[in-house]
């Protein structure tokens, strides 16, 4: 989106006539926000519309440089796991069509293409010069053979600047115990989980039939991670990991279920090849600010983990889910926005007894490719009332995050399949 | 009241099943017998604690469970329907993804086989008779004839 909007700036005093006059014409002013803001309570100066109802469970969403919405659904609906999202000139859209007859989450556009994911492989399709895909039943197959179990199945996708491609394999497992999920049921030492998920792989953007064979275990040790981006700024991958449950259901002579319900953090990972995050030996109590031992591996809530773990980049309140991560490189937010990260929590389960959390979009403000500063809430009320955010009975679930090419940000909800769209209408 | 449910679950097993809860609640008089029952009273008090350290987390305080993960409770043919059946998941675990009005939950369940036949029958007869749900108590008997088939 930058290199796009740079193009423009760089035309403009080539072809100073009649292209000063579109580029001095603000880009957004023909998008207005619905009377009630599609329901989202957002900071002053924003507003937000109802792009389209699908109808579907909306997982990740890519949108091109020429507006095309492509959403993937994480259950195949009358045949279709992509629809694809024609824009109106009124900033809506409606539901054109769709292809891929597979589920899954991974939604990413680059450079001409389109990449998506089922639960076990990627697959790429290729787009033309109106943002349509040229090969919507015949895509290219680039990994397949992806473990999957009956958790954490997502396997969300990112590009980097180096034709890489980076899928996250969750593990199939809450803390790899002997028993999972199982009260007072050890871990596994040296987590055979970890082989094949429990991390993220690095494949070629553009290279057919790899497997695990091909691929590189990039980093290990995340439990699982739905969103995630490549930082333009430090050129680096970041994730979001979703820290493991049930501490006093499992062990519940050591956590009670306050404490449960607030451990571990939500952890944000700036992640180099090589880095191993601890799973399933540690958890991150945000609290203490230390990477603990885990339960299942002898730890007691006060045991500090030992070994060459990398510490989190950032941390968040616990279960709360995020399963969406966009470094935000447009012009049309703030300055303050830009190359910061937003982040949709999906909404947690796991507080329970305790009051549920989340069910919002997160603006975490980054300085050179670091976060610096407090994290805020920035759109809030996808649960539609504070009593629906404490049951878990949310209407909509914020899942995947994609900007458009005129800076807005989207927003899908995997709950009634809502497609938000959030612009910035006041002065800069 | 037995036979129904045998028929209920075989039909059940074989295929083609939509989960929605086809099941007619329970005659009225086994509901006011519960309320005049001394002993199910007590089973379902008991019971309400089970369900709040052991099932809350995953099923919810609503019974309404998670969506793609954890079922729900409320009105399904696994929680009204045979109860041998209920009992199985609660001490064996449930390792197979499920549909319940055409959505998955594939979260696995596991064993709660630490918890003793009083408290399973216990958390049942509450789970039966809450959310919504009205059905015959479970009964520790019941229990104990599904552990006793259980490999050891």
């Given at each position: 989106?930058?290199?796009?909007?740079?193009?423009?700036?760089?035309?403009?005093?080539?072809?100073?006539?009649?292209?000063?006059?579109?580029?001095?014409?603000?880009?957004?002013?023909?998008?207005?926000?619905?009377?009630?803001?599609?329901?989202?309570?957002?900071?002053?100066?924003?507003?937000?519309?109802?792009?389209?109802?699908?109808?579907?469970?909306?997982?990740?969403?890519?949108?091109?440089?020429?507006?095309?919405?492509?959403?993937?659904?994480?259950?195949?609906?009358d045949?279709?796991?992509?629809?694809?999202?024609?824009?109106?000139?009124?900033?809506?859209?409606?539901?054109?069509?769709?292809?891929?007859?597979?589920?899954?989450t991974?939604?990413?556009?680059?450079?001409?293409?389109?990449?998506?994911?089922?639960?076990?492989?990627?697959?790429?399709?290729?787009?033309?010069?109106?943002?349509?895909?040229?090969?919507?039943?015949?895509?290219?197959?680039?990994?397949?053979?992806?473990?999957?179990?009956?958790?954490?199945?997502?396997?969300?996708?990112?590009?980097?600047?180096?034709?890489?491609?980076?899928?996250n394999?969750?593990?199939?497992?809450?803390?790899?115990?002997?028993?999972?999920?199982?009260?007072?049921?050890?871990?596994?030492?040296?987590?055979?989980?970890?082989?094949?998920?429990?991390?993220?792989?690095?494949?070629?953007?553009?290279?057919?039939?790899?497997?695990?064979?091909?691929?590189?275990?990039?980093?290990?040790?995340?439990?699982?991670?739905?969103?995630l981006?490549?930082?333009?700024?430090?050129?680096?991958?970041?994730?979001?990991?979703?820290?493991?449950?049930?501490?006093?259901?499992?062990?519940?002579?050591?956590?009670?279920?306050?404490?449960?319900?607030?451990?571990?953090?939500?952890?944000?990972?700036?992640?180099?090849?090589?880095?191993?995050?601890?799973?399933?030996?540690?958890?991150?109590?945000?609290?203490?600010?230390?990477?603990?031992?885990?339960?299942?591996?002898?730890?007691?809530?006060?045991?500090?983990?030992?070994?060459?773990?990398?510490?989190?980049?950032?941390?968040?309140?616990?279960?709360?889910?995020?399963?969406?991560?966009?470094?935000?490189?447009?012009?049309?937010?703030?300055?303050?926005?830009r190359?910061?990260?937003?982040?949709?929590?999906?909404?947690?389960?796991?507080?329970?007894?305790e009051?549920?959390?989340?069910?919002?979009?997160?603006?975490?403000?980054?300085?050179?490719?670091?976060?610096?500063g407090?994290?805020?809430?920035?759109?809030?009320?996808?649960?539609?009332?504070?009593?629906?955010?404490?049951?878990?009975?949310?209407?909509?679930?914020?899942?995947?995050?994609?900007?458009?090419p005129?800076?807005?940000?989207?927003?899908?909800?995997?709950?009634?399949?809502?497609?938000?769209?959030?612009?910035?209408?006041?002065?800069? | 009241?037995?036979?129904?449910?045998?028929?209920?679950?075989?039909?059940?097993?074989?295929?083609?099943?939509?989960?929605?809860?086809?099941?007619?609640?329970?005659?009225?008089?086994?509901?006011?017998?519960?309320?005049?029952?001394?002993?199910?009273?007590?089973?379902l008090?008991?019971?309400?604690?089970?369900?709040?350290?052991?099932?809350?987390?995953?099923?919810?305080?609503?019974?309404?469970?998670?969506?793609?993960?954890?079922?729900?409770?409320?009105?399904?043919?696994?929680?009204?329907?045979?109860k041998?059946?209920?009992?199985?998941i609660?001490?064996?675990?449930?390792?197979?993804?499920?549909?319940?009005?055409?959505?998955?939950?594939?979260?696995?369940?596991?064993?709660?086989?630490?918890?003793?036949?009083q408290?399973?029958?216990?958390?049942?007869?509450?789970?039966?008779?809450?959310?919504?749900?009205?059905?015959?108590?479970?009964?520790?008997?019941?229990?104990?004839?599904?552990?006793?088939?259980?490999?050891?």
């Amino acid at each position: 989106m930058r290199s796009f909007s740079s193009r423009y700036l760089l035309a403009v005093p080539a072809l100073a006539g009649s292209l000063a006059l579109v580029a001095s014409r603000p880009t957004a002013p023909t998008v207005a926000p619905d009377p009630n803001n599609a329901g989202l309570k957002l900071p002053a100066g924003f507003g937000a519309l109802v792009v389209a109802e699908t109808g579907g469970k909306a997982r990740h969403l890519a949108v091109t440089p020429q507006g095309v919405i492509y959403v993937k659904l994480n259950k195949v609906k009358d045949g279709k796991g992509i629809l694809e999202l024609r824009p109106q000139a009124n900033g809506k859209a409606t539901v054109a069509g769709g292809f891929g007859n597979y589920g899954g989450t991974g939604m990413y556009e680059k450079n001409g293409y389109l990449y998506a994911s089922s639960d076990h492989a990627v697959y790429r399709y290729k787009l033309d010069a109106k943002g349509g895909v040229t090969n919507p039943t015949s895509p290219e197959l680039l990994v397949r053979g992806l473990k999957v179990g009956s958790q954490h199945e997502s396997k969300s996708i990112v590009l980097d600047n180096a034709d890489n491609l980076y899928v996250n394999i969750g593990a199939y497992a809450n803390a790899c115990q002997e028993q999972d999920r199982t009260r007072g049921s050890k871990g596994i030492p040296n987590c055979p989980i970890l082989d094949s998920a429990g991390g993220i792989w690095q494949f070629k953007a553009s290279q057919a039939n790899q497997t695990y064979k091909t691929g590189t275990r990039y980093a290990t040790g995340l439990r699982n991670v739905v969103g995630l981006d490549w930082n333009q700024q430090d050129n680096e991958l970041f994730v979001m990991q979703h820290g493991r449950d049930q501490l006093s259901d499992n062990w519940p002579t050591l956590f009670n279920e306050k404490q449960s319900a607030q451990l571990p953090a939500e952890c944000m990972y700036a992640v180099k090849q090589g880095d191993n995050a601890g799973w399933p030996y540690l958890y991150y109590d945000p609290q203490q600010k230390k990477k603990m031992l885990g339960p299942e591996y002898g730890g007691d809530g006060k045991k500090e983990a030992t070994g060459n773990y990398i510490d989190p980049a950032a941390a968040y309140p616990a279960h709360m889910a995020p399963d969406g991560l966009l470094f935000y490189t447009g012009n049309m937010f703030p300055a303050k926005y830009r190359n910061g990260a937003f982040i949709a929590f999906h909404g947690s389960w796991n507080r329970a007894p305790e009051p549920q959390a989340g069910y919002y979009v997160v603006f975490q403000p980054f300085v050179n490719g670091k976060p610096s500063g407090q994290w805020e809430v920035f759109a809030d009320n996808f649960s539609g009332s504070a009593a629906k955010t404490a049951s878990g009975r949310a209407d909509h679930r914020p899942c995947g995050l994609a900007q458009g090419p005129d800076g807005s940000l989207y927003v899908s909800d995997d709950s009634k399949g809502t497609i938000y769209r959030i612009v910035y209408n006041a002065k800069k | 009241m037995t036979i129904k449910y045998l028929v209920l679950a075989l039909g059940l097993a074989g295929g083609a099943l939509s989960l929605q809860a086809q099941h007619r609640p329970a005659p009225k008089k086994t509901a006011t017998k519960a309320k005049a029952d001394p002993a199910m009273a007590a089973s379902l008090t008991r019971g309400a604690v089970v369900y709040k350290n052991v099932c809350i987390t995953c099923h919810q305080a609503d019974g309404g469970g998670v969506p793609n993960m954890n079922p729900p409770l409320i009105k399904t043919t696994y929680v009204l329907g045979d109860k041998a059946r209920l009992a199985h998941i609660v001490l064996a675990g449930l390792a197979e993804p499920i549909e319940i009005n055409g959505d998955d939950y594939k979260q696995h369940m596991p064993a709660q086989n630490y918890l003793t036949d009083q408290q399973v029958a216990d958390v049942l007869t509450y789970v039966r008779n809450s959310f919504g749900n009205k059905a015959s108590a479970v009964q520790v008997a019941e229990v104990k004839a599904v552990r006793d088939k259980l490999p050891k």
